[in-house]
């Protein structure tokens, strides 16, 4: 009779220390994801969307790779739960390598003002990391360009009023006229690129 009474004594203990675990696990659980759903939803109230993004990359020129620096500034605003179109402009600063010495080195820019087009393939409030597919299309006044720029890009949500994001850009140039770098006049054409970007979302 003892041992039946200590077994079910024990039995009861271990029943009872299971059920306050997964009680105190659910509490944890639901504690979290209120606060990520808080925090998803309150990301969605304001669908308009700041982006500002820099990077480096690689550029295919005349006769030539050559290095490739920008940073851009995009205003978005929101068409229901996945599109974003918007407007913007980048700063792009092309290095040279085709000469040995850094005082014939080669410095050209563009400044493109462009359509910025964004496709959530994750609704924003759904999840705190979403891949984003991008399109900029827009046209450079100071070196008489179109630019072509698609990118896939991954936006993880940080709070409610911030996100950050990595990106990889193809762009295609198609020039014009006669190019011009800081000295004038030059054939210093670039046709190609490919970047990889950091961006801040705010």
Request: glycine fraction near 6%; proline fraction near 3%; charge should be positive.
């Amino acid at each position: 009779m003892k041992r039946q009474l200590l077994f079910v004594i024990a039995f009861l203990l271990c029943f009872n220390l299971v059920y306050c675990q997964e009680t105190s696990n659910k509490g944890k659980k639901s504690f979290a994801s209120t606060l990520s759903s808080n925090k998803l939803k309150s990301s969605t109230k304001n669908k308009n969307r700041n982006i500002v993004d820099l990077g480096y990359g690689f550029a295919e020129t005349e006769n030539n790779y050559d290095n490739q620096a920008f940073v851009s500034f995009s205003r978005l605003w929101g068409i229901g739960d996945y599109l974003h179109i918007g407007i913007g402009t980048s700063f792009n600063f092309f290095m040279s390598k085709t000469s040995p010495t850094k005082d014939d080195q080669i410095d050209f820019f563009t400044l493109p003002i462009f359509l910025d087009v964004r496709y959530s393939v994750i609704p924003l409030y759904k999840a705190d990391f979403s891949p984003v597919f991008a399109m900029k299309a827009g046209y450079s006044l100071f070196s008489s360009s179109f630019i072509f720029q698609p990118s896939i890009i991954g936006r993880y949500l940080v709070t409610e009023n911030l996100a950050l994001s990595l990106s990889a850009s193809y762009s295609y140039f198609k020039h014009m006229k006669a190019e011009f770098n800081m000295m004038g006049e030059s054939d210093y054409k670039p046709k190609q690129s490919i970047t990889f970007g950091f961006g801040i979302e705010f």
